[in-house]
């Protein structure tokens, strides 16, 4: 079985070859998978046959074939908790929780944000991946967009690619900083633990900003917008320049503040997961083209951690 899926180069895509502007729409499969696709005659430009490193002028209409596996059939719908901020006929926006994975895959055939969809909106089924047009790591909480027909998919697609969709998380990092700044940095896999993503002259375009919300005595919380959406971005981003994600248990260690009081020192010793919340989304409807905005409050682990924070920070005068 194939599904045949159909995008359009956005504007700002004009120079770039197919391959690049293919990873930039459809970012969960892999640039050799790609081009394989392309050199299989799986993908047509306007219609017609394009070479891999051919470029596009902006505007083509790009058909691609996505083979469709026995094991990649749409997974059942389960009765799992959803945190639905936004609905309507086109679009939905959910707060996803922590822990939540959201497309099944190895070790997680089930009990991800995928099969609770399927089962509040079964027609999901029929857009790609259920309509899920972008990602959060398991651990990272907050906003998500979800396409519940095929052109708001289409469009979603365009919007993320021609980074259009502003998106502003929340991060709890080790250290203070004192200004705001952007991380311009590629990301790759990492060369010895493929699990993990790296800082990477080889990898792909990463562009990440932040500001300063609040200082504590030993860590700060920013804001972060992303340019870009490549894996594990802010994490990897903030940890290359000393300020990991508070908590994140593939890119920082513990570090326990010197004269932190006994409060300060259990909470973070009990955050075992990343701080980082996916609070702010802004984009224009897929549809109608009403702009929208969005927020999630934070999780209460992170505000009760931040809580902890403060008032250890009032205490020392820092």
């Avoid at 799986?42 to 996505?66: H, K």
């Avoid at 997680?108 to 972008?134: K, Q, S």
């Avoid at 095929?150 to 919007?159: D, F, G, M, N, T």
Wanted: glycine share 8%; aromatic share 2%.
């Amino acid at each position: 079985m194939e599904a045949r899926e159909l995008y359009q180069t956005p504007p700002e895509m004009a120079g770039q070859r197919l391959d690049q502007v293919l990873a930039l729409l459809l970012p969960e499969y892999s640039r050799s998978r790609l081009q394989a696709w392309i050199r299989d005659g799986r993908v047509a430009v306007d219609g017609a046959q394009l070479a891999a490193s051919g470029r596009l002028r902006g505007g083509e209409e790009i058909c691609v074939q996505v083979p469709q596996r026995s094991s990649d059939a749409a997974p059942a719908g389960e009765a799992l908790a959803l945190d639905i901020i936004h609905e309507d006929a086109d679009l939905l926006v959910v707060n996803k929780s922590a822990g939540l994975v959201v497309h099944p895959g190895a070790g997680n055939p089930a009990g991800t944000l995928m099969n609770a969809l399927l089962h509040h909106d079964p027609g999901l089924a029929d857009v790609p991946r259920a309509g899920i047009v972008h990602r959060l790591d398991k651990d990272t909480t907050g906003l998500l967009l979800v396409a519940r027909t095929l052109p708001a998919h289409k469009r979603l697609v365009e919007q993320l690619a021609a980074r259009e969709v502003h998106r502003e998380y929340l991060a709890l990092v080790q250290g203070q900083i004192i200004a705001g700044g952007t991380v311009d940095a590629p990301i790759g896999r990492h060369r010895q633990d493929r699990t993990r993503m790296a800082v990477s002259q080889g990898g792909r375009e990463a562009v990440t900003h932040y500001r300063v919300a609040q200082r504590f005595a030993q860590h700060t919380l920013l804001r972060v917008m992303l340019e870009t959406g490549r894996t594990h971005q802010i994490r990897v981003h903030l940890a290359s320049i000393g300020h990991a994600v508070v908590g994140d248990p593939t890119y920082s260690r513990l570090r326990l503040p010197a004269g932190a009081s006994a409060d300060c020192v259990a909470a973070l010793g009990a955050f075992r997961r990343q701080a980082l919340h996916a609070a702010r989304l802004e984009l224009a409807h897929p549809i109608s083209d009403e702009p929208l905005e969005f927020s999630a409050p934070l999780p209460a682990d992170m505000a009760e951690l931040l809580d902890v924070l403060g008032r250890d920070a009032e205490a020392s005068g820092a």
